[in-house]
C-alpha cells in the first residue's frame, strides 16, 4: 500500500479583505462575502514565489516523515501555474533547498489549478510501482487576477507537499480516479500577464460537471458512500462551490469544514484541494476516509480516497499546523500595498 509519509503546508502571513479591494472599483463587497463566501485572502509579499511556497512546505513534510533519508527522494515534482521562470525548472531548486542528491528526477507539472494533483498522483504511481522509495509531490502557486477582475477578489497564495511511500505511512492511498475533457473555461497565452475566464461558464459546465465526473465515479469504483467518509475536500475557487458540490453529492457542512479555507484563504490554485487536504490530516484520527477531488481548467479533476493511519497521533505536532498558519499571526494590508507586493503597475519596458 502506498500514501502519504509526511505532509506540510505554507501560506503567506499577509492578508487583504475584500472591502479594500472593493472600495477601490467600486464593487458589492457584500456580495462577493455573501455569494461567493469570500472574506480575505493570502498575499505574498515581494520575496515569495512559487519556488519559495514549494521549499517551506516540504520542509514541514519532512519533519513529519522523521525517518526518510533525502537520499531516497527519488522526484520532486512541483505542480503550479505560477512558475517563477518560463524556461527554468521550480524542481531543481527546490530539490537543492531541501537537501535532496543530485540522483532523482525533477519535473514541473502545469494543468491550471489541478497541476499540484497531478504532481501527486504521479508521485504515488511512481512509489506504487516501486520505481523508488519515496517521492515528493508539491502543490503551489502565487495566482495572478487583474485590476478589477472578479478573480481580484479570490486569486491568492500556498502550498502544500507530501511525501509518497510504502512505509510508515500517516495516510493510505486506496482508491484514485480522474476525469478530463477540453474544456477551454480558463487561459492564459504566452506572454499574457493575466488570465481570462468564461464568466459564469466556469460554474456548471467547467467545474461542476467534471468534479461531479470524478467524484461519482471514485465512489463508484471504491464502493463507497458520502457517509462513509470523516471529511471531504473539494478544489475551492471561492466559498460556494465547493460548498454547493460537496451538498449535492451527498457531504454534509461538517465533513468539509476542515478543508475549507477559501474564505479566509482565497483560491490558491494548485494548493487548494491539497492544502484542504493538510488541514483535514491535521484534525484526523485513525482509521478516518479522506474524500478529495481536485479541478483545473481545460479541464479535469483528480480524485483520491485516503486512509488514516495510528501514525498520524506521532507526526501531527512535528510541524505547524494549516490552521495555526491560517489564523496566526497575520498582518493585513491596504490595496496600494498589495497592488505594490503583485507587481500590478508595471513600467513600460
Known amino acids: 500500500m502506498a500514501g502519504i509519509v509526511g505532509y506540510g503546508a505554507h501560506l503567506p502571513r499577509h492578508r487583504i479583505k475584500v472591502e479594500e479591494i472593493a472600495k477601490v472599483w467600486g464593487a458589492d463587497a457584500p ?23 514549494s521549499v517551506e512546505a516540504p520542509r514541514r513534510a519532512l519533519a513529519r516523515a522523521q525517518t526518510v533519508d533525502r537520499a531516497e527522494i527519488g ?3 512541483v505542480g503550479s501555474e505560477s512558475h517563477p521562470y518560463a524556461v527554468k525548472p521550480s524542481g531543481t531548486v527546490v530539490a537543492e533547498a531541501i537537501g535532496a542528491t543530485p540522483d532523482i528526477h525533477c519535473a514541473d507539472f502545469e494543468f491550471a489549478c489541478k497541476a499540484g494533483s497531478e504532481a501527486m498522483f504521479v508521485a504515488l504511481s ?3 510501482a516501486n520505481q523508488m522509495p519515496y517521492a515528493l509531490a508539491i502543490a503551489a502557486d502565487t495566482s495572478q487576477g487583474a485590476p478589477s477582475d472578479a478573480l481580484e477578489f479570490s486569486a491568492s497564495a500556498g502550498a502544500a507537499a507530501f511525501i509518497m511511500g510504502r512505509d510508515n505511512l500517516v495516510a493510505e492511498c486506496l482508491h484514485t480516479h480522474s476525469y478530463m475533457t ?27 460537471a467534471h468534479t461531479r465526473g470524478a467524484s461519482l465515479a471514485l465512489l463508484k469504483k471504491s464502493g463507497l458512500k458520502p457517509a462513509d467518509f470523516r471529511y471531504a475536500v473539494f478544489h475551492q475557487p471561492n466559498g460556494k462551490f465547493p460548498q454547493r458540490v460537496s451538498r449535492e453529492l451527498g457531504f454534509t457542512q461538517e465533513q468539509i469544514d476542515p478543508g475549507w479555507l477559501s474564505p479566509r484563504l482565497g483560491n490558491t490554485y494548485s494548493g487548494a484541494s491539497p492544502i484542504g487536504l493538510t488541514g483535514c490530516l491535521d484534525v484526523s484520527a485513525p482509521g478516518d476516509l479522506i474524500f478529495m477531488c481536485s479541478y483545473g481548467s481545460g479541464a479535469g479533476s483528480d480524485a483520491f480516497v485516503w486512509r488514516v493511519t495510528e501514525r498520524i497521533d506521532a507526526v501531527r505536532d512535528l510541524a505547524v499546523g494549516t490552521h495555526r498558519l ?14 505594490k507586493y503583485r507587481r500590478k503597475i508595471r513600467k513600460n519596458e
Open 31 to 53: 456580495s462577493y462575502k455573501r455569494g461567493l463566501m469570500l472574506r480575505e485572502k493570502s498575499v505574498p509579499p515581494p520575496d515569495m514565489d512559487t519556488i519559495t511556497l
Open 75 to 77: 522526484a520532486v515534482y
Open 126 to 128: 511512481h512509489v506504487s
Open 182 to 208: 477540453d474544456m477551454p473555461d480558463f487561459w492564459r497565452r504566452e506572454h499574457q500577464f493575466y488570465p481570462q475566464h468564461g464568466g459564469r461558464f466556469t460554474g456548471e459546465e467547467a467545474y461542476f
Open 326 to 339: 491560517l489564523d496566526e499571526n497575520l498582518i493585513y494590508v491596504d490595496y496600494g500595498t498589495y497592488v
